[in-house]
């Protein structure tokens, strides 16, 4: 309890500390250029009381949802049957390499181009931009299974269905869970993109108007409500089902 309350103080410490040097930096700086604490957060309440913040971040996040439901589902059944099969993995290892090393921004514009600019395309467009990496860390889990706990469930005569959710799939629930964590700090950043360059609604497409005027206070204001949903979905919902799924292993 003592050392939880003890990391706690020490978090917060280090954000008054961040927000007395940012006070510092805006008092010395330009104030259009490095607006002061207090005046971010006086037009972060008046965007989400007056303004449509609220809604851009829905959309944002709709986009987010779904472009990670898709890059982990398609990604984590690739993985998996390539870890499971060698001559799989050695016929589509070339794919994962290209996907790997192709730049965002040009899955970006060619979804964009050929699908159009609809949230399908832009969906489509970071989910194919994140299934490469889910892909190759869910085969090292699938390569790293205890083969010889499968034999033991075998031996025992468990259901395949006892061994599938008791013995293997809890041997891949740490690559699953650091595939979803590094997936959602791709996704959310990427989401950001097809929105500046493609779409009329979302968190990127306010930044790209707040940009056009030099705005800095409205950046920053939607810039600091995407970090804050953000850390409410790391601290309520990845965090926890990380605990459930991966306890066992402490």
């Known amino acids: 309890m003592g050392f939880a309350r003890s990391d706690i103080a020490l978090r917060l410490i280090s954000l008054v500390l961040l927000l007395l040097l940012w006070q510092v930096a805006g008092s010395l700086a330009d ?28 959309m944002t ?3 987010v949802a779904a472009s990670f439901i898709v890059a982990m589902t398609i990604g984590a059944v690739i993985g998996i049957v390539m870890g499971q099969h060698r001559s799989v993995d050695r016929l589509f290892d070339l794919w994962l390499v290209l996907g790997l090393n192709l730049p965002a921004l040009v899955i970006m514009i060619l ?17 194919l931009n994140k299934i490469p990496t889910v892909a190759v860390t869910m085969r090292e889990g699938a390569r790293a299974v205890d083969r010889d706990l ?7 005569r468990l259901r395949w269905d006892r061994r599938l959710s008791k013995v293997y799939l809890p041997q891949l629930y740490p690559y699953f869970m650091a595939s979803a964590r590094n997936g959602l700090a791709l996704i959310w950043k990427l989401v950001l993109v097809v929105e500046l360059i493609g779409r009329s609604n979302g968190v990127g497409f306010e930044l790209n108007v707040f940009f056009q005027y030099f705005d800095i206070a409205g950046v920053l204001a939607y810039t600091f409500a995407f970090i804050a949903v953000v850390l409410g979905v790391e601290m309520a919902a990845v965090r926890p089902l990380e605990r459930r799924l991966t306890g066992w292993r402490q």
């Open 111 to 127: 979804c964009y181009v050929w699908l159009g600019l609809t949230d399908a395309a832009a969906i489509f467009a970071v989910a």
């Open 150 to 156: 499968l034999e033991v469930a075998e031996v025992l």
């Open 61 to 63: 996040l709709f986009r």
């Open 31 to 58: 104030s259009s250029l490095l607006p002061s604490p207090f005046a971010v957060g006086a037009r972060l309440i008046r965007q989400v009381t007056q303004g449509d913040l609220l809604f851009h971040l829905g």
